[in-house]
């Protein structure tokens, strides 16, 4: 399977990892030890049902820098499911390169 693009896909948040699983671009927040936002889990915007995690800098890379905002996350670099699926999050909205 190539690469998928999509139409823009708004990121949509959510609090239990089932629902991030069952739809396209949601996504749910980690903590780290001190209770932290550290990164992410997302299920991929293409609507396969793949899920994958992105850690926020300062952890090492890879990490992204976010933004800070909880309803509106914007990541960067870009996000790559190598072979699969390649574009960023901005404003909420996951957009294919």
């Known amino acids: 399977m190539g690469e998928v693009r999509t139409e823009p896909v708004e990121a949509t948040y959510c ?19 001190e209770e932290n936002v550290a990164g992410m889990i997302y299920s991929c915007p293409c609507g396969c049902g793949r899920t994958g995690a992105l850690n926020f800098r300062p952890h090492p890379s890879p990490s992204w820098q976010w933004n800070g905002d909880r309803e509106k996350p914007t990541l960067t670099p870009s996000v790559h499911h190598v072979g699969h699926w390649h574009g960023f999050l901005t404003d909420g909205v996951w957009r294919s390169c």
């Open 15 to 33: 609090e239990d990892i089932e629902e991030v699983n069952a739809k396209a671009g949601a996504f749910e927040f980690f903590v780290d030890r």
